[in-house]
Antibody
Framework: QVQLQQWGAGLLKPSETLSLTCAVY????????WTWIRQSQGKGLEWIGEINHGGSTNYNSSLKSRVTISVDTSKNLFSLNLTSVTAADTAVYYC???????????WGQGTLVTVSS | QTVVTQEPSLTVSPGGTVTLTCASSTGAVTSGYYPKWFQQKPGQPPRALIY???NRHPWTPARFSGSLLGGKAALTLSGVQPEDEAEYYCLLYYGGAEVVFGGGTKLTVL
């Protein structure tokens, strides 16, 4: 049974860096892309980016300049950094496993990140 | 900016049938967009239902089916149950790792 468990700071000030981590339990860590998705009231669900176990990444072009996704294969976890956050980055952030072209079959529980001064 | 459009809301009676659709601003949706469908209930992450147009995940009830209909991706619920009341999102793949979610359809079972 695959489980994704995520954690990170939930309250940030504008211009700070958002950092979240997602640990994968069960199943294989290789052979998939590991993904970050966010959900806000204003913009709905938005794909942020992904990484595979070899460290190859793809990012949403609208966030690319601020996003870094990294992986630690020794611990089966991956992380999201989003720099220079603003109120527009307030959202619930999810990690998920991508089987193929956006087939996100397992999800983390979600982390509400609020950006407020 | 690619936009994926879904009906904002639909209402269906218990036991009835309803079809949700998913359109792309780029033109007709084909199997090459690998359409997917997700169900989300309040306070929960989305749950994958359908992938690659019409394939169910092991946990997806048989009353959920996916198809292509009139240039759109479609999700049909047959024999709707009260627990099917939820928000439904489609997702399309545009190549180069770009995927775009639809705005969601709020399904009410009444």
């Amino acid at each position: 049974q695959v489980q994704l468990q995520q954690w990170g700071a939930g309250l940030l000030k504008p211009s700070e860096t958002l950092s979240l981590t997602c640990a994968v339990y069960g199943g294989s860590f290789s052979g998939y892309y590991w993904t970050w998705i966010r959900q806000s009231q204003g913009k709905g669900l938005e794909w942020i980016g992904e990484i595979n176990h070899g460290g190859s990444t793809n990012y949403n072009s609208s966030l690319k300049s601020r996003v870094t996704i990294s992986v630690d294969t020794s611990k089966n976890l991956f992380s999201l950094n989003l720099t220079s956050v603003t109120a527009a980055d307030t959202a619930v952030y999810y990690c998920a496993r991508d089987r193929h072209y956006g087939d996100f079959d397992y999800w983390g529980q979600g982390t509400l990140v609020t950006v407020s001064s | 900016q690619t936009v994926v459009t879904q009906e904002p809301s639909l209402t269906v009676s218990p036991g009835g049938t309803v079809t949700l659709t998913c359109a792309s601003s780029t033109g007709a949706v084909t199997s090459g967009y690998y359409p997917k469908w997700f169900q989300q209930k309040p306070g929960q992450p989305p749950r994958a239902l359908i992938y690659s147009t019409n394939n169910r995940h092991p946990w997806t009830p048989a009353r959920f089916s996916g198809s292509l209909l009139g240039g759109k991706a479609a999700l049909t619920l047959s024999g709707v149950q009260p627990e099917d009341e939820a928000e439904y999102y489609c997702l399309l793949y545009y190549g180069g790792a770009e995927v775009v979610f639809g705005g969601g359809t709020k399904l009410t079972v009444l």
